[in-house]
């Protein structure tokens, strides 16, 4: 019986992408985004263990177990800034960083969307490791709501990190200028979850409880607004007599998403008519 448990509850925590990969399902009749989801989950999974080794080195300075640090006896001054620099810009950094690898080794001419689901998808497998070493460390009791909460934290910061991200690779623009959004994604990213982590330390917040839930709420809805953000910059080179499948409605315009419902359009027949580039402001 308890072999069957552990096995039932095994199968939980990879909850969250099946989760995702189903409330995006209409969207996948775009390969390119079904190739770099399942290409981006287990580079996630890789992500981690960069992850491990980056805090053995910050810790090996510390001098103690970083978790340890958070979790002490500190000033707020103090655990704020090691949530920001430390716990959040190396999680950040190396989940974008490996992100934008897997959307440039997939397709490095679709921006927007590839971004995004490479970001995300990297932070689910990041988070499924995380989750899976609570369990191994804590037990069941605590990854239940963990699992929920840790999904959907990740799958926010990165969010957010891809429409920064983004809005430059939708246009052509200078190496410099997508240089400095990346960075800028980044560094936003790092401060939210740093954020994050240090009102979870510090108010020692109860996993689930009414805060928490309106948290997680302002959270999903961050996500839906990023995905219908980064779809709008997702434009095809040419107009196009578009079908949707989902809704079933015909129009003429350049993006691959439609403006309705958001599922992936069919392209019925080309103008020919090429987009035109918007001059920066």
């Known amino acids: 019986m308890n072999q069957t448990y552990g096995l039932i509850f095994f199968l939980f925590l990879f909850a969250p992408i099946f989760v995702f990969y189903e409330i995006f399902k209409k969207h996948w009749a775009d390969k390119t985004l079904k190739k770099t989801f399942w290409i981006a989950v287990p580079a996630g999974v890789g992500a981690v263990f960069l992850t491990r080794f980056a805090y053995l080195l910050v810790e090996f300075f510390l001098g103690y177990d970083l978790r340890s640090f958070l979790s002490g006896n500190h000033s707020w001054q103090y655990l704020l800034m090691a949530s920001i620099c430390v716990v959040g810009l190396i999680e950040e950094f190396i989940k974008t960083a490996v992100g934008m690898v897997v959307a440039t080794l997939v397709d490095s001419e679709r921006g927007s ?83 994050f982590n240090f009102m979870v330390f510090y108010y020692e917040i109860v996993a689930l409880n009414g805060i928490m839930l309106s948290i997680m709420f302002v959270f999903l809805l961050g996500i839906y607004e990023a995905w219908i953000s980064v779809m709008k910059m997702d434009e095809q080179k040419v107009l196009c007599l578009t079908g949707c499948p989902g809704c079933g409605s015909i129009a003429f315009h350049h993006s691959r998403f439609c403006s309705l419902c958001g599922s992936r359009v069919n392209v019925l027949r080309k103008t020919g008519m090429i987009v035109e580039e918007k001059k920066d402001n």
């Not at 929920?148 to 429409?163: D, E, G, K, Q, R």
């Open 113 to 195: 969307t590839v971004i995004f689901i490479s970001l995300v998808g990297c932070a689910l497998g990041f988070s499924l490791i995380e989750n899976f070493h609570y369990y191994t460390n804590f037990g069941a009791s605590v990854v239940v709501p963990r699992v929920l909460i840790s999904a959907t934290a990740h799958l926010f910061f990165a969010a957010v990190c891809s429409v920064i991200i983004a809005k430059p690779n939708a246009k052509k623009r200078s190496d410099c200028k997508i240089s400095l959004r990346i960075i800028a994604g980044i560094l936003v990213a790092s401060v939210i979850h740093g954020l």
